[in-house]
């Protein structure tokens, strides 16, 4: 998994192309990202003790890490990821402006 707990992301392919967000959670079981603001599904609700009123709420699905890259902080673009050893570990670093992620 390359895309990690609060990268800045931007989808590549779908319903929210274009839109960029922060990643919330990671689940590598999945291959996939919960981000923020993105992948919003409505959900109808069942009146409980949690949702007295029931009716419609919003959930934010997970998407699939093939779904987007992952903006440098640096460039400011979607950067293409590669790995550098520094100081003996691995870092994530951007190809293009060479900068640690
Ligand atoms: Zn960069």
């Not at 599904?41 to 699939?64: D, L, Y």
């Not at 902080?73 to 590669?82: E, F, H, L, W």
Request: charged content about 30%; hydrophobic content about 40%.
């Amino acid at each position: 998994m390359k895309v990690k707990k609060g990268d800045n992301i931007l989808v590549t392919v779908g319903r929210d192309k274009g839109k960029s967000g922060k990643v919330m959670q990671v689940l590598p079981s999945d291959a996939a990202v919960i981000v923020e603001g993105i992948n919003i599904k409505k959900k109808a609700v069942k009146a409980s003790a949690k949702t007295p009123a029931g009716g419609i709420i919003e959930v934010t699905k997970s998407i699939n890490t093939s779904n987007l890259a992952v903006v440098c902080p640096r460039c400011n673009k979607p950067a293409r990821m590669g790995y550098a050893i520094i100081k003996g570990g691995k870092v994530r670093i951007c190809k293009r402006c060479k900068e640690k992620i």
